[in-house]
């Protein structure tokens, strides 16, 4: 069975510091990985993927996550936060192939601070 | 904008009772996806449509049941409605069925 494990339920930076947000994947396949941003009252958007190739992987607003295999990790990086970065943010895995429901971790809330 | 439409917004309504979620998917996405997202529980995957198929189910009780229709939308069906299915209910749609998946901004149901 495939899970997500994000470390850190919250998460605290200034603007302009670094963001690292954790994630940590069990797959019994090469997995397809995914990075959502939820703002409040709204729906997921989809920040990043990876699904084969390169492992690092770019996405909107300045964000990119790295696909490392033998740590099964696939940590989102920021070099900058912004204030409107303050989101709550969700990793997710899938089998890929036919079957593409995602399996989410808990999510983090990403905090700025001025 | 996501092109994933969902309707209602809001729906109150009282234990007991039943109610159909309804979902467009993006334009061109033959593959849909209920989820549930509640506090206790987080994000969690119901089912899973492809082209009017059932393709895959997550933890989709059985009170919960849902279908797509040969022009692509969808329709999530809570019957027996109790306290603890308040949640908000999303849906999102995918090209094909690999999971690249767009959302809808939700329907947040609250049972009363």
């Known amino acids: 069975a495939q899970s997500v494990t994000q470390l850190g339920s919250h998460v605290s930076v200034s603007e302009g510091a670094l963001v690292l947000l954790r994630c940590n994947y069990s797959?019994?396949?090469?997995?397809?990985l995914f990075w959502y941003v939820q703002y409040p009252n709204q729906g997921l958007q989809l920040l990043l993927k990876?699904?084969?190739?390169?492992?690092l992987v770019k996405g909107i607003n300045g964000f990119e996550a790295e696909f490392k295999k033998s740590e099964t990790s696939f940590h989102l990086t920021k070099p900058s936060a912004h204030m409107s970065d303050a989101a709550e943010y969700f990793c997710a895995v899938s089998k890929g192939g036919s079957q593409g429901n995602l399996i989410f971790g808990k999510g983090t809330k990403l905090s700025v601070k001025p | 904008d996501s092109g994933v439409t969902q309707t209602p917004k809001h729906l109150i309504t009282a234990t007991g009772q039943r109610v159909t979620l309804r979902c467009s998917p993006r334009s061109g996405d033959l593959s849909v996806y209920w989820y549930q997202q509640s506090l206790d529980q987080g994000l969690q995957f119901l089912i899973q449509?492809?082209?009017?198929?059932?393709?895959a189910k997550g933890n989709i009780l059985e009170r919960f049941s849902a279908q797509q229709f040969p022009d692509l939308h969808s329709e999530l069906n809570l019957s027996s409605l109790e306290l603890g299915d308040s949640a908000l209910y999303f849906c999102?749609?995918?090209?094909?069925?690999?999971?690249?998946?767009?959302f809808g901004s939700g329907t947040r149901l609250t049972v009363v």
């Open positions: 797959s019994s396949v090469p997995p397809y």
């Open positions: 990876y699904t084969t190739g390169a492992t």
């Open positions: 449509y492809y082209n009017g198929e059932e393709r």
């Open positions: 999102a749609s995918s090209v094909d069925a690999t999971g690249d998946s767009r």
